[in-house]
């Protein structure tokens, strides 16, 4: 008798536990339900992933940092922060190498991350374009960064061309104290454009109407030329470039630190101003007094507007930081071509093996 009652206040109490915990499921599902829940954006309730490599849909032009996702999108930031600090700290020129790879990635059918895409057996990428070959360095890095964020934030998908963006960025950060905002929602091409490179980059040989006309069409007067050309205060220049008189200001031939002819592949390096590690102002002081490097550098005092311009960037550190900077989120906002299909990789690199996202 006495174990059948036992048996039954157990029963009961297993019912009773039972019902407690549905009016607490409903409870909550209807509070869930009067309250939707605010902190989580839009993009984010999108489905992210199908599978580990397909992407299914990644909205770009997000305007901000929508509300609650701060802290996500800090830690990419931090994630490629960290990278990048421990590669200026290993080689200081490896922070104008990033503001070029941005530079030379944005200018040719937007900031895609297709300067990024290794060559493979059928596909051609944008590497070995003329101003790109033996030239543009810092995939390793941005390779880093991507794999670094992928590690500690899973939770925000980042795009390369994000991963460049950010770079770029951080490394004028670290060496001008100055900075600007980026925006995150960059999508990578699917391919890339070598023609495009070979076209749409300047040369170091072209004179300034070339120069004007080939910023021109990416959206840039002639003052925000001279703006983002102030990059030239960082990094160097190889002597296979300036042993090619048609590339250097004639001026700068007699006194060259390079043992021309040199081939292709030669290490020598010429800063493009006296003081290759220093976001300063001799750049263009340089230009007014007839000593740029590149001939396409000294061309910009060949117009009243152009030289206008180096003028008062000579005159005040605190124009050029804030122009310069204006210019790159101007840059970084570049898109790609319509009709791209788009995605974010998983490696820098290559492509995803299937993506499903497209313009
Ligand atoms: C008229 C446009 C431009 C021309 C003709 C030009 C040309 C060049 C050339 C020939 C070099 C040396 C490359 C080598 O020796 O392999 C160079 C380096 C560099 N360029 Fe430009 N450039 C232009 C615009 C820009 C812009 C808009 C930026 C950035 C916003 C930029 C950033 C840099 C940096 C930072 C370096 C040094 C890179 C390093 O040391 O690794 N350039 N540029």
Not at 42 to 52: E, K
Not at 70 to 77: G, I, N, Y
Not at 213 to 219: A, L, Q
Not at 261 to 286: A, I, K, M
Request: one cysteine or more; hydrophobic letters at 40%; proline letters at 4%.
């Amino acid at each position: 008798m006495a174990s059948i009652v036992s048996r039954l206040s157990l029963a009961l109490s297993l019912i009773a536990l039972a019902l407690a915990g549905y009016s607490i499921y409903q409870h909550t599902q209807s509070a869930m339900e009067s309250q939707p829940i605010k902190a989580l954006p839009a993009w984010l309730q999108l489905p992210t992933f199908q599978s580990a490599n397909v992407l299914s849909y990644y909205p770009s032009g997000r305007k901000s940092s929508p509300a609650g996702m701060l802290s996500d999108e800090a830690c990419v930031f931090s994630a490629v922060k960290e990278v990048v600090d421990a590669a200026i700290d290993n080689e200081t020129r490896m922070g104008a190498s990033l503001i070029r790879l941005f530079f030379h990635d944005c200018f040719v059918d937007g900031c895609d991350a297709g300067l990024l895409l290794n060559d493979t057996a059928t596909f051609t990428g944008e590497q070995t374009a003329f101003g790109n070959l033996n030239s543009v360095r810092g995939f390793e890095v941005i390779e880093q960064a991507k794999q670094n964020a992928v590690a500690k934030c899973a939770d925000t998908p980042v795009s390369c061309a994000d991963i460049l963006s950010i770079a770029a960025r951080d490394s004028f950060e670290r060496f001008s104290g100055a900075t600007y905002t980026v925006t995150l929602g960059r999508l990578d091409a699917r391919t890339a454009n070598l023609t495009g490179a070979n076209t749409q980059l300047v040369g170091p040989s072209e004179n300034l109407t070339e120069q004007v006309r080939k910023f021109g069409i990416k959206g840039f007067n002639e003052r925000e030329l001279v703006a983002l050309l102030g990059s030239h205060t960082l990094g160097f220049a190889r002597c296979p470039v300036l042993c090619d008189n048609r590339n250097i200001n004639p001026v700068r031939v007699p006194g060259l630190q390079c043992n021309c002819p040199v081939t292709n592949t030669d290490p020598g390096l010429v800063g493009l101003d006296p003081t290759p590690d220093t976001f300063d102002q001799r750049y263009y002081s340089d230009l007014v007094s007839g000593q740029g490097l590149l001939f396409s550098d000294q061309q910009l005092m060949n117009s009243t507007t152009t030289s206008d311009a180096v003028t008062t960037y000579r005159d005040s550190i605190d124009t050029f930081l804030a122009d310069f900077a204006a210019a790159m989120v101007k840059m970084s906002n570049l898109p790609p071509s319509a009709g791209v299909e788009l995605e974010i990789r998983d490696v820098c690199s290559r492509v995803n093996d299937v993506s499903v996202a497209s313009v």
